[in-house]
Structures are given as structure tokens and as C-alpha cells.
């Protein structure tokens, strides 16, 4: 297994890229004139995203992660002193922030996602139905998407999942 890491200035995102190798090169090559369906996995929450392309035999996995904040909290709360309604932000106002920063989120994740023919995505909660939702809005590749949940998992397991719905 090799890894590379990826960093880029100014991003609100980090990456990490792992290659997992699992066969030859003889073993992946494609007939001349078929083209592989491009297969794609997307294990996601609001946290993080881990994108899984398949590759024959072989899996590329990349994690990006979120700087979104789980349950946005006032910049001015205080246990002791003077409460003045003036330097609280409003409700709306941090819910519309949060939001937007799934959004940037939802959209980095996305621009990872070119060419797909088949994508499954995966996660606990809202994250994977949001995604998709914000995929559908964004895209017109008429990928075939599907859903699924599932719980916290390893890397490994999340390219073990993928792979095996890919192969059902």
C-alpha cells in the first residue's frame, strides 16, 4: 500500500490519497474498444468524506475532511457579564453559515466524482442523502446512484464494502 499525501494552500480541506493494489497489470487490462465503467464509492458524514474509485482490482481511495462545525456555537457566549442581544449571532444567521460550509464541503466532494457511471454512497445520518440531493443538483452525468446506510468503518472496510456491491 502507498500513500501520498496532498495539501492545498488555502483549501478549507485536507488530503490524504492511498492506492490499494490488489492485482497486475495484465490482469486489468480491458479489450480494445470496451470502455470500463467508471465505479465510484463515497463513504461520507459531516465530518468527512473518503471517495473510493475502483479500478479493476485495484482501489484509490482519497479522505477529505470538513471544517464544518458539528453544532455551530455562538463567537460571544459568556458565563459571566452583561448580555447585550447586539453581539450574539442569530440562530438563522449560524445555521445559513453551517450550511454553506456543507455545501463547500458537499461540493469538494463532488469535483472528485468526474465521469462516474456507477456511484454507491454510504454513511451514517442525513450526510449521504444530502450528498446526493446536492449531486443531483449540480450534475447532469445521469450516474446510477445508490444509497446505503452504514456505521463508522476503517478505510479498509469501507473499499471492502464498495467493492462488494460493486461485484453483487
Known amino acids: 500500500m502507498s500513500g501520498v499525501v496532498v495539501h492545498r494552500p488555502g483549501s478549507l480541506f485536507s488530503r490524504r490519497r492511498v492506492v490499494h493494489l490488489g492485482a497486475t497489470l495484465q490482469d486489468n487490462a480491458v479489450p480494445e474498444g470496451m470502455k470500463m465503467k467508471k465505479q465510484m464509492g463515497v463513504w461520507v458524514d459531516h465530518r468527512e468524506a473518503i471517495v473510493v474509485t475502483l479500478s479493476g482490482a485495484d482501489a484509490e481511495t482519497t479522505r477529505i475532511l470538513s471544517n464544518s462545525e458539528s453544532q455551530p456555537r455562538r463567537a460571544s457566549d459568556q458565563t459571566s457579564g452583561s448580555f447585550e442581544p447586539q453581539q450574539v449571532q442569530s440562530d438563522d444567521t449560524r445555521e445559513r453559515k453551517h450550511v454553506a460550509e456543507l455545501n463547500h464541503f458537499y461540493d469538494e466532494v463532488i469535483s472528485q466524482l468526474k465521469d462516474v457511471d456507477s456511484l454507491m454512497i454510504c454513511g451514517p445520518g442525513e450526510a449521504r442523502t444530502e450528498l446526493k440531493k446536492r449531486l ?22 469501507i473499499v471492502a464494502m464498495i467493492r462488494e456491491h460493486f461485484q453483487a
Open 136 to 157: 443531483e443538483a449540480k450534475s447532469k452525468s445521469g450516474a446510477e446512484i445508490t444509497l446505503k446506510p452504514a456505521d463508522s468503518m476503517t478505510e479498509p472496510q
